[in-house]
């Protein structure tokens, strides 16, 4: 989550972040929160080789972290991702995540309410280290007649400007998906281009998809069976009612007409999963979130998370799979005006 990046303005931008605070009290407040929350998350960590080394390590967790250092070497070795100190750290919070993201929606458009910070740029949602900030926030925005989601989530990139360390809130995954967000955020450290959330985390979910598989094929393992599919399917799924959504909203319906309309299309998206769920032998994943209240903005993460992949996924091709080629195509590729990138990526879209 790479908009917590501005915690560390305090000690390497002092200036700027001073006429940033001084604009309005809610700011400093939510400043002062970011900073202190990045502080005991750094204060928290400690080298991953001396807790490999203590026998009182217990063994599960001794045993994902030795994982997570082969994954940390495959990462610069082999997808010519960075070499520091992030991911050689460990961190235990005591706590399920690490922050909790609100994304908030007008009640007839899919386009998110964005937060600017300084260098990380305008990003589609507002992290929080305490959930209960999270929801007061959410609840403000409710109070403003804007959809909102409060959304925990387990790691994030400080762009390489801390040493990232590995979480306790990353353990609860399989080591699949454990490894394949190491690559994700070391990929934001790779290449992030300030203001374009969905560019940014299509690019690292690209990386993180295509790292995996590189990785299961470097050990003689086959993907884990089941769980992409799935999430593939539901993704699908998702993005679908968005563009159902979307033309909605852009239609001329009297606003009761389009409440009633946006309500029996959420209707659809449960039953269409129940559908797909029993494809998956009755059992589903996705149960939770499907079954909770549903609207705009939590159908927000899909879009900003995927929208992309195919796209990096045919310029990687184009470069020959060659990874420091790719990344220098990124690079090119953020360097173009916003109109000029938006038109090489659709063109990307088709060729994949």
Known sequence: MPDTFATDLLRRMAVPLLSLLLSACSTIDYYAHLVQGQWQL??????????????????????????????????????????????????????????????????????????????????????????????????????????????GVEAYSTLGWFDDPLLNTMLRWSDARFIAVIFHELAHQQYYLPGDTAFNESFATFVEREGLRQWHAARGEAPPAGDDHQRQQFIELVLASRERLKQLYASDLP???????????????????RA??????????????????LNNAK??????????????????????????????????????????????????????
């Open 299 to 352: 159908l927000l993460p899909f879009g900003l998370y995927d929208q992309w992949v195919p796209a990096f996924a045919a310029l990687f091709e184009e470069q020959g799979r060659d990874w420091r080629a790719f990344y220098a195509a990124v690079a090119a590729l953020g360097r173009l005006p916003q109109a000029a990138r938006q038109t090489k990526l659709e063109d990307l879209m088709r060729h994949h």
């Open 255 to 273: 606003e009761h007409a389009m409440r009633a309309a946006k309500l029996a299309e959420f209707e659809r998206l449960r039953h269409d999963y």
């Open 42 to 151: 750094l204060h928290a960590r400690e080298p991953v080789q001396r807790l490999l080394e203590d026998p009182a390590t217990a063994p599960d967790l001794a045993r994902r972290l030795a994982l997570s250092q082969q994954a940390r070497d495959f990462a610069s070795t082999q997808l010519q991702l960075p070499e520091n100190r992030s991911y050689r750290l460990y961190a235990d919070l005591e706590r399920p995540f690490v922050v909790w993201n609100v994304f908030a929606t007008p009640e007839f458009s899919l386009e998110p309410e964005l937060h600017c910070f300084p260098i990380a740029g305008c990003v589609a949602y507002r992290g929080y280290y305490q959930q209960g900030r999270a929801r007061g926030a959410a609840a403000l925005l409710r109070q403003q007649g804007l959809d909102t989601y409060v959304g």
């Open 276 to 293: 797909i769920r029993q494809q998956w032998g009755g059992q589903g994943r996705y149960d939770a979130w499907i079954e909770s209240p």
